[in-house]
């Protein structure tokens, strides 16, 4: 069976690759330890565990480090997370996290320790590498659109389990997720050398 061409990166992707997905996981490691470190001593470890994976930027994290560290374990594209699908949405929600995080300092934000470390990580540093790689390293032209029906499933899942009133993140979702077909598409279509 052929790997198709949308899903092999070269050597020099791979190990970009593994590395924002070992990033990815220290901070959501950063992000579990701030959280359980922050919870009040009377609340059931329950209640950090859930505020963890309630969190948008967890569900990114997660995607990106699965991602890259497929992608550095089968630079060749082999393998079910290494699907142009899913480095997509991994593309989409870093870009949904960028441009929320974005929105939210533009209040006073206090953080401090391994919360700092954390937001720094999984909602500006781990998005801007990673869309980085996704832009230079990863050859294009497998997305549809039809991908952002799987892409919007998990963020309307979270919001719908833990914050219903919150209706702008799948508009936000979708927008974005639109631009990163678009942008696919774009870059599968521009001469260029052959990654």
């Known amino acids: 069976m052929s790997i198709p061409a949308t ?3 070269g050597p020099v992707g791979a190990r970009l690759a593994g590395a924002i997905g070992l990033l990815a996981a220290l901070s959501l490691v950063l992000q579990g330890v701030a959280l359980f470190k922050g ?6 470890p329950v209640v950090p565990l859930m505020r963890f994976f309630a969190l948008f930027s967890m569900l990114a994290g997660v995607t990106v480090a699965i991602v890259g560290i497929a992608a550095a374990l089968r630079p060749d594209g082999t393998g079910f997370a290494s699907h142009p699908a899913l480095r997509g ?5 870093s870009a949904v996290i960028m441009v ?11 953080a401090s320790g391994a919360q700092l470390w954390a937001d720094l990580g999984l909602n500006f540093l781990v998005p801007i590498v990673y869309l980085s790689w996704w832009l230079w390293c990863v050859p294009h032209g ?3 659109i ?11 899942a979270l919001l719908l389990f833990f914050a219903p009133a919150e209706f702008r993140v799948p508009a ?3 927008a974005i997720g639109m631009l990163v077909v678009l942008v696919d598409r774009t870059l599968a279509e521009a001469p260029g050398p052959a990654r």
Not at 146 to 156: E, K, R, Y
Request: aromatic share 10%; glycine share 4%.
């Open 39 to 44: 919870a009040p001593v009377d609340a059931p």
């Open 100 to 110: 929320a995080y974005g929105m939210v300092l533009q209040v006073p934000w206090v």
């Open 89 to 93: 949405a991994a593309a989409l929600y």
């Open 172 to 174: 936000l979702v979708i």
């Open 7 to 9: 899903s092999r990166i």
């Open 146 to 156: 039809l991908h952002l029906i799987a892409w919007i499933v998990p963020p309307v």
């Open 142 to 144: 497998g997305l549809r």
